[in-house]
């Protein structure tokens, strides 16, 4: 049986098939340019690197997620998965200048920014997700 889990923020669907999309289309020229040819020149090589780092970021991007578990708060960048255990975490915020910068507050005052895409893309607002979020802490830290 899977254990409960609170709030999760991930990019949703539009958005997962437009990162698709970009993947798979920088591939496909990054293939097509460099099979063409049938020696390697500088231009080509130049437009397969730049749509291999595209690919890169389109990847990075389907990775974004933020989920909340009862023992801790599940954060992915695109990088690596961090989790941060709820007795670390001393509250969520969002970037007053901005807006759509949500983040959470953990021990030591160090601000580690939440990478949400419905917030950036104003699909719901950080204010929600703060809330959700700061809920679901409340209830489970320890």
Not at 54 to 65: D, E, G, I, K, N
Not at 78 to 96: L, M, N, S, T, Y
């Given at each position: 049986?899977?254990?409960?889990?609170?709030?999760?923020?991930?990019?949703?669907?539009?958005?997962?098939?437009?990162?698709?999309?970009v993947?798979l289309?920088?591939?496909?020229?990054?293939?097509?340019v460099?099979?063409?040819?049938?020696?390697?020149?500088?231009?080509?090589?130049?437009?397969?690197?730049?749509?291999?780092?595209?690919a890169?970021l389109?990847?990075?991007s389907?990775?974004?997620?933020?989920?909340a578990?009862?023992?801790?708060l599940?954060?992915c960048s695109g990088?690596?998965?961090?989790?941060?255990?709820?007795?670390?975490?001393?509250?969520?915020?969002?970037?007053e200048?901005?807006?759509r910068?949500?983040y959470?507050?953990?021990?030591?005052?160090?601000?580690?920014?939440?990478?949400?895409?419905?917030?950036?893309?104003?699909?719901?607002?950080?204010?929600?997700?703060?809330d959700?979020?700061?809920?679901?802490?409340?209830?489970?830290?320890?």
């Amino acid at each position: 049986m899977s254990e409960p889990t609170g709030p999760v923020y991930r990019a949703s669907g539009p958005n997962r098939a437009a990162a698709w999309a970009v993947l798979l289309g920088s591939l496909a020229v990054a293939v097509g340019v460099n099979a063409g040819e049938r020696r390697a020149s500088a231009a080509g090589g130049a437009i397969g690197a730049v749509c291999l780092i595209v690919a890169f970021l389109a990847t990075s991007s389907l990775r974004y997620q933020v989920r909340a578990k009862p023992d801790h708060l599940v954060v992915c960048s695109g990088g690596r998965v961090r989790r941060i255990p709820w007795a670390e975490v001393k509250g969520f915020g969002v970037d007053e200048r901005r807006g759509r910068i949500l983040y959470v507050v953990l021990s030591g005052g160090q601000k580690r920014m939440l990478p949400v895409p419905e917030v950036r893309t104003g699909r719901i607002t950080a204010n929600e997700v703060r809330d959700d979020l700061q809920r679901y802490w409340k209830t489970h830290r320890r």
